[in-house]
């Protein structure tokens, strides 16, 4: 997995810098093939996924980015389940 971050929580450049893309990426593959416009809150949701998975120690990318987007797909769908829930 890597190494984590210090206990402290912080992260250094290179990790952030790794985020920032992972961000980037996974915001590209969700917004072509899920169609989801962009806002700024799943904006944000999706950064919350990707630093879950950067705190959990993962430093490759491209399970970064996968599982940040599986992370965000669940999250929104139980969003959805939810808002509908309190509507019916």
């Given at each position: 997995m890597g190494r984590s971050?210090?206990?402290d929580g912080?992260?250094?450049?290179?990790?952030i810098d790794r985020?920032?893309?992972a961000i980037e990426r996974a915001w590209e593959i969700i917004s072509y093939i899920d169609c989801v416009p962009e806002t700024e809150d799943d904006k944000k949701l999706l950064a919350s996924c990707v630093l879950t998975e950067a705190k959990a120690g993962q430093e490759n990318h491209i399970k970064l980015v996968n599982n940040a987007i599986v992370r965000f797909r669940a999250q929104r769908?139980?969003?959805?389940v939810q808002g509908r829930k309190r509507s019916g």
């Amino acid at each position: 997995m890597g190494r984590s971050p210090p206990l402290d929580g912080a992260f250094d450049q290179e990790q952030i810098d790794r985020m920032e893309k992972a961000i980037e990426r996974a915001w590209e593959i969700i917004s072509y093939i899920d169609c989801v416009p962009e806002t700024e809150d799943d904006k944000k949701l999706l950064a919350s996924c990707v630093l879950t998975e950067a705190k959990a120690g993962q430093e490759n990318h491209i399970k970064l980015v996968n599982n940040a987007i599986v992370r965000f797909r669940a999250q929104r769908a139980r969003k959805a389940v939810q808002g509908r829930k309190r509507s019916g």
